[in-house]
């Protein structure tokens, strides 16, 4: 695929072009990509801007149909959007086309946001006032993603900022360009005017002062240091920011787990998609009662794996999606030893580097939750298994960390699962299933700093899309 930024309603590519590699095969280059500059920044700033006030102003109806066209054509083409998906990023195709489909929901359900998004009225203090509050469009939004979710991320942003009457500009990952290319692609097909969508392609870092200067709001999801330095980028000008960060997810093991429910919500959170998702558990927290058996178990299961190229229908686990992380992950896998922890199962690569970046699911035991291990994201198929006293202390070690995004518990006690519920510090919170399960029509996200500025998905969307005006009227 050679890509090219979208402005204003046209295809654009200027200067050199930047490979993508497939991680399940590095011979295979999976497409071609310009680095946006700063004058195709500018450009689609104005680009957008000028197409405010219509889009902002358009008929509800025509906006929910293209939505809703959309969604329509993300099914119909969830292979082909899947497979491209899978050689970008690593995902197998089942994980590909899942997350197509998903990407699909989320513009059917905001296509009936743009309808059922309500205003309020109410009396006045004053005799003879009323008063009306109404949730208008904050105006031009800059999106920039990530390379671990490529079509889902840009939809639920994407998806959520044209509903409310917003235009927006995506930046999506440099690493995975080619899904965001296919978005732009049906969002043009479905009649979303010129301006309304822009695609900006390359690194985020190149361009990022710019868009937030000129933007009225700004979504971010990705890494906490890069989200922090937005947040700074953001200051001068007090543009909007939404931030989605990273995570270090406990899964809570409790004596009273059913042992089936407990391995696979386990196992699922942890190594599923490779470990590749803020959601993902990278610290699973066992009481002493029932650790031999869920060790165990869970060993078992993990180096059962069948870890290969993400195109085979036989794989289980992908690749890690690009060199870099790769040797994010070793380096944790170093560390971890060097720190004492012991290693299960996994900690090395499967195939020779050169024709994949296939890591097998690896689990530390003896660990604790001073060790890097257990306090730095990794995101990828790397955890630790942390031995605990009781609930008390297990719920004191899963509130010990800072990126507070999502926690499950495995527990047949349905008061251990409230009291969990009560006291855990995340925003996401699962019970007997993997800390990774996210849906769309609910809030999405965690506190600072694993997520800033309001939440994301379901009707709370609104919060960050929308600005409030609270107007009295006298009649
Ligand atoms: P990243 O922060 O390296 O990059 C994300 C995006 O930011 C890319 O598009 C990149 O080009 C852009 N970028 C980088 N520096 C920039 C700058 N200075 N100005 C403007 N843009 C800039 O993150 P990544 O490696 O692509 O993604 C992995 C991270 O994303 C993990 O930490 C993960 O937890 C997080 N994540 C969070 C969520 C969530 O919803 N909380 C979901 C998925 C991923």
New binding site residues.
């Given amino acids: 695929m050679r890509g090219r930024h979208y402005i204003a309603g046209s295809w654009r590519a200027d200067g050199a072009l930047i490979p993508t590699i497939n991680p399940s095969d590095l011979d295979e280059t999976v497409g071609e990509y310009p680095q946006a500059s700063l004058a195709d920044a500018e450009e689609a700033l104005v680009a957008a801007r000028k197409a405010l006030p219509g889009w902002a102003r358009s008929n509800i109806q025509q906006r929910a149909d293209m939505l809703r066209k959309v969604g329509d054509m993300l099914l119909a083409r969830s292979t082909e959007v899947g497979t491209l998906l899978a050689r970008e990023e690593g995902k197998t195709l089942a994980e590909g086309v899942g997350e197509t489909i998903r990407a699909a929901q989320v513009f059917h359900y905001f296509a009936g946001e743009t309808l059922r998004h309500p205003g309020q009225w109410h009396e006045s203090l004053r005799a003879g006032h009323n008063v009306i509050v109404s949730y208008e469009p904050v105006g031009v939004v800059v999106a ?6 490529p079509i889902a ?1 840009p939809a639920w942003k994407v998806a959520a900022a044209l509903a409310y009457g917003n235009v927006i500009i995506l ?5 995975t360009p080619g899904c965001a290319i296919l978005l732009a692609e049906m969002l043009a097909e479905a009649g979303v005017p010129a301006g309304v969508f822009n695609l900006l392609l390359g ?3 190149a361009i ?1 002062q710019t ?1 937030v200067d000129g933007a009225d709001a700004v979504t ?5 240091p ?1 989200g922090r ?2 947040l700074q ?1 953001a200051a001068p000008t007090m543009t909007k920011v939404q931030l ?4 270090k997810n406990p899964f809570i093991v409790l004596d009273d787990a059913d042992l089936d429910v407990a391995v696979e919500a386990a196992a699922q959170g942890t190594w599923g998609q490779t470990g590749q ?2 959601t993902g558990s990278e610290r699973i927290i066992v009481t002493k009662g029932i650790y031999d058996a869920f060790v165990d178990r869970l060993v078992k299961t993990v180096s059962g794996y069948r870890v290969g190229h993400a195109l085979d229908a036989a794989t289980q686990i992908g690749p890690v999606a690009n060199a870099a992380q790769l040797d994010k992950n070793m380096g944790f896998i170093q560390r971890a030893k060097a720190d004492g922890a012991e290693l299960a199962t996994g900690g090395h690569l499967v195939e020779a580097r050169t024709r994949g970046h296939f890591l097998a699911p690896t689990l530390f035991l003896n660990t604790d939750n001073a060790m890097e291990l257990n306090r730095e ?1 990794v ?1 990828g198929p790397v955890a630790g298994v942390i031995k605990v006293e009781d609930f008390d202390e297990a719920i004191a070690v899963a509130r010990d960390c800072e990126l507070a ?1 999502s926690s499950g518990i495995a527990t047949t006690s349905l008061k251990h699962a409230e009291r969990y519920r009560r006291e855990s510090t995340a925003g996401l919170v699962t019970v007997n299933t993997p800390t990774a399960g996210v849906e769309y029509h609910v809030p ?3 506190r600072a700093p ?2 800033f500025g309001g939440r994301e998905q379901g009707t709370a969307s609104a919060e960050f899309y929308t600005e409030i005006k609270t107007a009295y009227i006298n009649h």
């Fill in positions: 920039i993603t990530p390379w671990n979710f991320i930046k999506p990952s440099e690493y690194d985020g870092r990022g868009l971010f999801t990705g890494a906490t890069t330095r937005i980028m989605e960060l990273g995570g998702r803020c994201e995101f995004l999405f996200g965690g694993s997520g």
